[in-house]
């Protein structure tokens, strides 16, 4: 059976930092990538990571605060955030895909065909 579960949210106050992961199982994927979303608001891409974990895109918002990391042995993709601000509170998803992705195909949600059940980050001020 296919999985990706999330872990490591949690209420935090405003320049504190979090770590998420994302433990996948039942298959190997390639592509990998995190989003989030607010209440009312629209599902965002937050980073995303190929399947050497050399190539990674972060979005404008969270660029210099945020890493993605993957550690393939353990089939476990990671999301370190730095600095976490108000408007970072969502809930945050792992997404995986099988295919080959590089680019600008690692910000579509369409690119991914797993997601997991969400984990919530809550930031206050």
């Known amino acids: 059976q296919v999985q990706l579960v999330e872990s490591g949210g949690g209420l935090v106050q405003a320049g504190d930092s979090l770590r998420l992961s994302c433990a996948a199982s039942?298959?190997?994927?390639?592509?990998m990538g995190w989003f989030r979303q607010a209440p009312g608001k629209k599902r965002e891409y937050v980073a995303a990571?190929?399947?050497?974990?050399?190539?990674?895109y972060y979005a404008d918002s969270v660029k210099g605060r945020f890493t993605i990391s993957r550690d393939n042995a353990k089939n476990t993709v990671y999301l370190q955030m730095n600095s976490l601000k108000p408007e970072d509170t969502a809930v945050y998803y792992c997404?995986?895909?099988?295919?080959?992705?590089?680019?600008?195909?690692?910000?579509?949600?369409?690119?991914?065909?797993?997601w997991g059940q969400g984990t919530q980050v809550t930031v206050s001020s």
């Open positions: 997404a995986a895909t099988p295919r080959y992705g590089s680019g600008y195909l690692l910000l579509r949600e369409s690119t991914y065909d797993y």
């Open positions: 039942g298959r190997t994927f390639s592509a």
């Open positions: 990571i190929g399947v050497s974990g050399s190539m990674t």
